[in-house]
C-alpha cells in the first residue's frame, strides 16, 4: 500500500491529489510546444499543432504544418496549411478540428486530416479581423467566438447550426481586454471579459458589470481566467497574484489563494472530481505547476519541459514533448471502488473476486459489469489506440459514443470485438461499424470497383440494420458511380435505390428498378423526372420499351395532361385510341358546337385509319345529329343538343312536331316498331287520345295493339284502353280483356280458344264474391275438355 499511494500529494487534510504517466510520447516534436498553435480534445481526445503559425523570425516561404495526434502521441494526420493567418484551434464535440482564420473563416477538419466544410463568422469580423477566438462546448454543442479588432465580440453557440450572434459594446474599451472566456449559464452563452480591475458580462442583448464577493482589495487587473468542466465554478487570477475561486454565478466566493507569484500563468485549469466537495486549480508557468484550493497549502510540480494543460471531467492531462501525464484527486474510496486508472482497477477487481467468495448471496452483476468496463478502458488506453479514458469519463461518455470515436480512428475491429464483448444488439453495435466500415472502404480508389463490392458484400451479407443504399451514396459522394450501381443491386429495397439512381442520372435503370418493385407511386416519380430531364421524343422512346410505364404514364395522362396523351396516341399510331380521345374531347374539352363537331371530325378519320367501320359511322352519324340539334334548336326552340336519336324524336313529338319526327326517324334509320313505340309513348303522355286514335288507324300497327291497351291503362284511361282491346289479336285477346277489367269476356275468349293456360290466367284475376259464374263456366268447359 505504501508503494501504492506513493505519489499521493495532501491538500489540506481531507483531499489528495495524484500525477501519473499515460504515455511516454515518442512523438518526434521539432519545434517546442510554445511555438505551436496546440488544440487537445477532451475525454482522451487528439491532439492538433499546427507548426510556425506565421512567426516573423521564419523564412516567408515556409508554410505552416498541421499535424494531428493521438493522445498517446500516434500520427494520425499531417497535412501543408495553404489557407489562411489562423489564431486559433479547438476540437468539437464530434472531434471535428475548427481552424479559425484571420479572416473569419472557420475551416473544419476531420481527424485523419481530411477538409469537411467551412463557414464565415460574418461581414464584421471580416472587415475587423480576428483578435483572439475561443472554441466552447454547451449542451447545444461546440460553439466559437471571436474577439475582433473592433475589440468587439461574435458569437455562435452551435457550428452545427450556424447562429451568429453580436455581443454588445463593452462601454469604455479601448484596447483588447486582459483575459476573457465564455461561459453558459442557463443554456446561453456569455462572454466574461476583464478591463483593468473591471468585469463584464456580456449576453446578447445587455452588458452588465459583475462584482466578485470577497475579492482581496488592491486588484488593478484579472490576468487569467478559467471556467470549471461543469461550468458551475469560475477562477481568476489576480496581478497582486492572488486567485480567486467561486461560483459561475457570481454569488458565492469558495475561496482565494494568495501564489506569491505576480507573472501571469500560461495556463489555469479547473481540476474537479464529480461528487467531489474539494475545488481546486492548477496553474501553470513556464517550469512550474500548482495545484490550489481552499487551504492555505499548496502542491508544486517541478515541469522540466513546455508543458499544455487538457482539462478533464475528473482531472487534468498533461503532456509535454516527452510525456503525457495525468493530475486528478484521489477518490476517497479509492481502495474499494474503481479508481482513475484501469490498471489500478484491475488489481482491485482481483481482490473483490477473491472477497466476493466469502459472502453470501452476493449478487454478481455490478462485479462483472466492472471487470467488462475495465477490459474495456485497458483496451482503448493502449499506446497504438491512445484513448486514455478514466471509469468516470467512460461513464459520462457512453459506450456508443466510444464506438463512435472508434469508427472515427478506423478502428473497427476493435469496435466490433468490443460490441461482441458486451453482447449488444447488432443494430446498435456491429451493424453500424459494419457500415462505416462499408463507407471508408468504397474511399480506397485504389482498389477496383468490383473488388470493393465483392468485398463489402461478403463482409455484410444481409446483415440486419446495414442499408446498401447509404454506402452507394458514400461511393457516389467519392465519384465512383459504377460502384456505387454495383453496390445498390444488393440493397433489398427499391424505394432506397431508385431515389440514389435518379441523382446519379441513371434514370432508365431506375425505372426498371421501380417497375420491377410494382410500386406504382415509385414509378411515377420516376416517370416524372424522365420527364422533365429528356426531351419529348426520347421520353415517349423510352416508354414504349416499358409497357408497365406506358400504360401509368397513360392513366397520369388522362387525368392531368390531356394533350401528351393525344401526342402518346399519336407516337404509337394507335389511331382506335386517339379517335376514343378526340370522342372524349368533343364533349369535355369543347364548348361550341363548330368545335366539337370538328373533334368529332377527326375522331371518324381516326376510326377509319383503325379500320374500325362501325366506330367511324356511328361518329359520322353523331355528327348529323348534331348538326340537325342545332337546326332545331334555331327553328323551334327549346333544348335538343346532347339528346339521343330516340330523344329528339320523343322531343319533336311531344311539340306536336310528328312530321319532324317522322323525317328524323327516316333520316336515322329508326325502324317502324321503335318509331311507333316512341309515338304511342308520347302521345299517351300528351294525353293526346283523339291524335293517338288516328295513328292507330294510320295503317297497320307493327307492333300490335296490345301496346296501346297496356299504355292506356298505365295512364288510367280504360275508355280509350277498351277501344283497342277490341282490336288485339287472337293470340293476345285474353291478356288484353284482363288488362281492361272484363274479366267475363277473356272467359269466353280463353274456352273458344281451349287453351289451358289463358283459362287459368283468367282463373287468376276471378274473385269469389264477383267472379263466382265465371269460375263455374271454367271448370265446366275443362270436364269438357277432359272426357272428350
Not at 105 to 117: N, P, T
Not at 385 to 398: C, D, E, N
Not at 486 to 493: A, T, V
Request: net charge neutral.
Amino acid at each position: 500500500m505504501d508503494c501504492y499511494t506513493a505519489n499521493w500529494n495532501p491538500l489540506g487534510d481531507s483531499a489528495f491529489y495524484r500525477k501519473y504517466e499515460l504515455y511516454s510520447m515518442d512523438w518526434d516534436l521539432k519545434e517546442e510546444l510554445r511555438d505551436c498553435l496546440v488544440a487537445a480534445a477532451p475525454y482522451g481526445g487528439p491532439i492538433a499543432l499546427l507548426r510556425n503559425p506565421w512567426r516573423k523570425e521564419k523564412a516567408a516561404s515556409m508554410r505552416p504544418v498541421l499535424e494531428i495526434y493521438s493522445a498517446s502521441g500516434m500520427p494520425l494526420a499531417s497535412l501543408m496549411w495553404k489557407s489562411g493567418p489562423v489564431v486559433s484551434l479547438g476540437w468539437s464535440a464530434e472531434e471535428e478540428l475548427l481552424c479559425v482564420q484571420e479572416d473569419g473563416v472557420v475551416l473544419v477538419y476531420g481527424l485523419h486530416g481530411d477538409f469537411r466544410r467551412h463557414f464565415s463568422m460574418g461581414n464584421e469580423v471580416l472587415q475587423n479581423r480576428v483578435l483572439d477566438a475561443r472554441i466552447f462546448h454547451t449542451e447545444l454543442g461546440s460553439g466559437v467566438a471571436i474577439l475582433t479588432g473592433a475589440h468587439r465580440f461574435t458569437l455562435s453557440a452551435n457550428v452545427s447550426d450556424l447562429k451568429l450572434r453580436r455581443m454588445p459594446e463593452v462601454p469604455g474599451l479601448q484596447s483588447a481586454p486582459s483575459c476573457w472566456t465564455t461561459l453558459c449559464r442557463d443554456r446561453v452563452a456569455h462572454i466574461l471579459l476583464a478591463v483593468g480591475p473591471d468585469l463584464y458580462l456580456l449576453d446578447h442583448a445587455t452588458c452588465s458589470p459583475v462584482t466578485l464577493p470577497g475579492l482581496a482589495p488592491g486588484v488593478s487587473s484579472f490576468l487569467q481566467m478559467a471556467v470549471s468542466f461543469t461550468s458551475r465554478h469560475l477562477a481568476l487570477f489576480t496581478d497582486t497574484g492572488y486567485i480567486w475561486m467561486g461560483t459561475a454565478s457570481f454569488k458565492e466566493k469558495l475561496c482565494e489563494f494568495n501564489c506569491n507569484i505576480r507573472a501571469p500563468p500560461k495556463q489555469m485549469v479547473w481540476c474537479s472530481r464529480p461528487r467531489s466537495k474539494e475545488r481546486a486549480v492548477v496553474v501553470a508557468w513556464e517550469r512550474r505547476l500548482m495545484v490550489v484550493g481552499d487551504t492555505p497549502e499548496s502542491i508544486q510540480f517541478v515541469l522540466d519541459e513546455d508543458s499544455y494543460l487538457v482539462p478533464e471531467l475528473d482531472g487534468v492531462r498533461i503532456f509535454s514533448r516527452t510525456t503525457h501525464e495525468f493530475l486528478h484527486e484521489v477518490p476517497g474510496e479509492a481502495l474499494t471502488r474503481a479508481p482513475g486508472d484501469p490498471g489500478q482497477g484491475l488489481l482491485g477487481t482481483t481482490a473483490a473476486s477473491f472477497g466476493k467468495c466469502f459472502l453470501d448471496r452476493f449478487p454478481p452483476d455490478s462485479f462483472v459489469r466492472m471487470c467488462q468496463d475495465l477490459r474495456i478502458l485497458n483496451a482503448i488506453r493502449d499506446y497504438h489506440i491512445g484513448i486514455p479514458l478514466t471509469y468516470s469519463q467512460y461513464k459520462q461518455l457512453t459506450i456508443q459514443v466510444l464506438l463512435d470515436r472508434l469508427v472515427l480512428r478506423r478502428l473497427y475491429p476493435l469496435a466490433i470485438q468490443i460490441c461482441e464483448y458486451l453482447r449488444l444488439p447488432e443494430v446498435q453495435g456491429v451493424s453500424r461499424i459494419l457500415a462505416h466500415w462499408a463507407c471508408y472502404k468504397v474511399q480506397q480508389k485504389d482498389v477496383s470497383d468490383e473488388d470493393v463490392a465483392r468485398a463489402i458484400n461478403q463482409k455484410l451479407g444481409d446483415t440486419p440494420g446495414v442499408s446498401y443504399s447509404d454506402i452507394a451514396a458514400r461511393a457516389y459522394g467519392c465519384g465512383r458511380t459504377e460502384l456505387a450501381i454495383k453496390l445498390l443491386e444488393y440493397e433489398p429495397r427499391s424505394g432506397e435505390q431508385v431515389p440514389l439512381l435518379l441523382k446519379m442520372k441513371r434514370s432508365k435503370l431506375a425505372l426498371s428498378k421501380a417497375i420491377e418493385s410494382g410500386d406504382t407511386d415509385l414509378v411515377f416519380t420516376v416517370l416524372l423526372h424522365l420527364k422533365n430531364e429528356l426531351n419529348r421524343g426520347d421520353f415517349f422512346m423510352t416508354l414504349r420499351n416499358q409497357p408497365m410505364a406506358l400504360s401509368l404514364y397513360r392513366q397520369f395522362c388522362k387525368h392531368q395532361e390531356l394533350e401528351t396523351l393525344k401526342d402518346l396516341y399519336n407516337q404509337d399510331d394507335n389511331h382506335q385510341e386517339l379517335g376514343s380521345f378526340h370522342i372524349r374531347a368533343s364533349y369535355t374539352a369543347e364548348e361550341h358546337i363548330e368545335g366539337r363537331v370538328a373533334a368529332l371530325q377527326k375522331a371518324a378519320e381516326a376510326f377509319n385509319k383503325a379500320k374500325n367501320d362501325f366506330a367511324a359511322k356511328a361518329t359520322e352519324d353523331q355528327m348529323r345529329l348534331l348538326r340537325l340539334q342545332r337546326c332545331l334548336e334555331d327553328e323551334l326552340g327549346g333544348r335538343f343538343l346532347d339528346l339521343s336519336v330516340h330523344d329528339t324524336v320523343t322531343t319533336l313529338i311531344l311539340g306536336g312536331h310528328n312530321k319532324r319526327a317522322e323525317q328524323v326517324a327516316r333520316d336515322f334509320r329508326i325502324p317502324d316498331k321503335r318509331l311507333w313505340w316512341l309515338k304511342l309513348t308520347a302521345l299517351a303522355d300528351l294525353e293526346d287520345w283523339e291524335e293517338l286514335e288516328k295513328f292507330s288507324k294510320s295503317k297497320k300497327s307493327p307492333i300490335g295493339y296490345l301496346p296501346f291497351v297496356e299504355i292506356c291503362m298505365k295512364q288510367h284511361n280504360k275508355y280509350e284502353a277498351k277501344k283497342y282491346a277490341s282490336r288485339v289479336g287472337p293470340e293476345q285477346k285474353v291478356k288484353a280483356l284482363l288488362l281492361v277489367g272484363d274479366v267475363a269476356q277473356a272467359a269466353d275468349v280463353a274456352i273458344e280458344h281451349r287453351n289451358e293456360a289463358e283459362m287459368s290466367l283468367v282463373l287468376s284475376h276471378c274473385t269469389g264474391a264477383t267472379d263466382g259464374a265465371t269460375v263455374d263456366k271454367i271448370q265446366r268447359a275443362r270436364a269438357q275438355a277432359q272426357k272428350k
